[in-house]
């Protein structure tokens, strides 16, 4: 996910949960003070009935009312409270005045109604309702589900006493749906608030993550530029000194050394990342007790058995005294001395290179690490290692001589144009050794020229391309120099494409340099056989020849620079082969015998597959035969 993205939602969010919180302190809040409203108001209007109810009931003492017999006294109260006009008038206004009181009534101790709002149930038994104060002491979630659900009626009560004793309760319902009505126009309207506070911090985390990381698309730009080696495009403005200026200078001065030293080390670093590339070492870990943990594919090759078989067991049992390796390895355990680069030859007849190591943890050793490398591809490191190293010095060498040959030899082509303006007036017959003088001396400045350009870093022009096409090129242009020395040139090619991405020109002559060095090597003329077939992640390209070979003792010559046993050769083709590949992380090596000539063997890394269009190897091919 990008940042800006980032940036955006999380004060999106910030602000989401914001706005809810206060949305919902605020709804409390609201819902709270209208319950709380809600029930001191229905608790006033019941003081207020009980003060009437009590104005309504005369001293019984100066009437004719039993005052000893409670049924007698409690129909005298019944009659007085049923017919005191104050007492019923202030009754029935209550709920007209009030909306969200459902009823009020004053009922007797045994719940039967003395007065009620509903006349029907005047004398009848009052249905009692839940406590108004189960909602009053509720917290807000229970509060919003009691007044949002459906309907409801609570009750706020209060009671009545005559000299001391109760007689009765003033009930006054209170009804939820009215609640709801006034708390719902308030939450609708914060719902409102919230989404448009939500939409705005949209726009303005945008506008901020916007103005924030722009400069971030403008170092990622120069850090592209730099990567490129594009660094001198970059502009590093010394006046400008916040954050980004100074990033910017930085970057640029960082592009400069990394301009200065690629050109240097890029050759070498690349011969040696793909050598250890192919290096692949055997690893075994120990625990403690000398018993295996841990074993690398590698390895099994080396001691020429499957992994299942090596893990779990010791040392002891894995290695035999009777060997020197096996010797050396159980001598080390038993003495804890560790082994560095030892040189052995293993069971199964290979030379590999051993190191030992105990691993310690403060004073105890808790296990082992044994490392085996193939002595072989030790060796082949150093060789390459040693061929950059020469063909550095080579490219050093030419440059410094060519630089020192290139001003006489310009002086001597000058004065060479004076000498013949005088000697052609002069000497007439003298003209042709001057002009035979002048081309060599020409020839000499292009041969100069030649072997600048090879040492020269090249910027390599990568383009996606079918392998085939390319190698059926070579053929194309290798095909009068084979015509004339009787060569066939045969093409065993994969039937699906071969993609890959390389400088086309350049891969075109790396393979031309050794196709035509194939031809030449068969002047009686023969079979040159170019293939080509994938492995993996590799393109393997292989050229064979009919022709003598190359001789054992001068195999390890065979990619120097100059090196060459032809009279008229420049020893500068194969040299720029190996270069080459090494360009586009691959690798070249041959096999020659006498009786079997020589096979070149390529090696390209791959690609997925070409996009649509861009390989058009099968619709040529398919139109050469509809034309044949």
Known sequence: MRRKTIIVLVITLMVTVLVSAFSYLYISQILRLRIVSAYETATSLTHQLAYAAGNAVPDFSSTSVDTSDPAALRRALADYVQTDVSLNNL?????????????VAVVDTTGKALLHTNAALVGKMAPPHPDFEQILRARFREQIRLVFSPAAVYDVSYPLELNGAPFGTIRIGVQTVFLKSEVQARLMRSLYISIALIFVSLFLAAGISNLALGPLKEISRNLDSVSAGESQSIAGDESQHDEYGLVTLKIANL?????????????????????MSKLQDGLMLFDRDSRVVLVSAPLEGFLNRPRRELLGRTVQELFDRKSMFGS??????????????????TTSGKRVQLSLDFVQEQTSQIGALLIMRDAESVRRIGDEIEMSRRLSASGRLTRGVAHEVKNPINAIVLHLQLLQNKLAQQEPDTRRHVDIIDSEIRRLDRVIQTLVDFTRPRDLHLEEMDLRRLLDDVALLAGPDAEQHGVTIERHMDESPLPVKVDSDLMKQAFLNVVINGVQAMPNGGLLTISAHRDNDVIIVEVQDQGAGIPKELHDKVFELYFTTKTEGSGIGLAQTYQILQWHYGSVDFQSAETTGTIFRFQIPAMGPLPQGNSEYEADTAASHRGD
Request: hydrophobic share 35%; net charge positive.
């Open 91 to 103: 009754l029935q206004s209550i709920p007209g005045d009030w909306r969200y009181i459902y009823y």
């Open 255 to 275: 592009g400069r050394q990394i301009r200065d030293s690629r050109e240097i080390f890029t050759a070498l670093k690349d011969n040696v990342d793909q050598l």
């Open 328 to 345: 050396a390895l159980l001598n080390a355990f038993e003495r804890k001395r560790p082994i560095s680069q030892r040189e052995f030859e």
